[in-house]
């Protein structure tokens, strides 16, 4: 069977994985920066990092996340969560191993890493600002 028509909605799984990531980082963000972000703070101090790290990390989950909902600097937010996620595997939920351990975060580590590479796709607003695609 030949699915090489698929090849012309690509631009779709870009928009979906973007979406979805996105949306799910909202999720996660929104409530440290509206309520809890000195308390976010604290605990990132609480497991051998800066304070400061805390809001660095709370505004890369929460603005990281509209902007891949938007596809407005869809590389650097994807950088920006990746690395968040990479640090949430490593000081959050390694020793809890895969299962029930950091399988979620790795899934969004995952997700964020692609975009690095893809971009956000012919439906963003990168695309639309950068000129569709085009080098000269």
Not at 61 to 87: D, K, S
Not at 91 to 119: D, N, R, W
Request: hydrophobic content about 50%; proline content about 3%.
């Amino acid at each position: 069977m030949n699915l090489r028509f698929l090849d012309r909605l690509q631009p779709l799984g870009l928009l979906a994985l973007r979406v979805v990531l996105g949306a799910i980082m909202i999720g996660h963000g929104y409530h440290k920066v509206f309520g809890g972000l000195s308390k976010h703070a604290g605990y990132v101090a609480s497991i051998g990092m800066p304070h400061w790290l805390g809001y660095v990390s709370a505004f890369a989950e929460f603005g990281g996340g509209i902007l891949l909902v938007a596809g407005l600097c869809t590389r650097c937010a994807a950088i920006a969560i990746f690395i968040n996620m990479l640090v949430a595997i490593i000081k959050v939920h390694l020793h809890q191993g895969l299962m029930g351990g950091y399988e979620y975060p790795l899934s969004l580590c995952a997700m964020a890493f692609a975009l690095i590479f893809t971009g956000g796709g012919p439906i963003s607003i990168d695309w639309v600002i950068g000129g569709g695609g085009t080098r000269k």
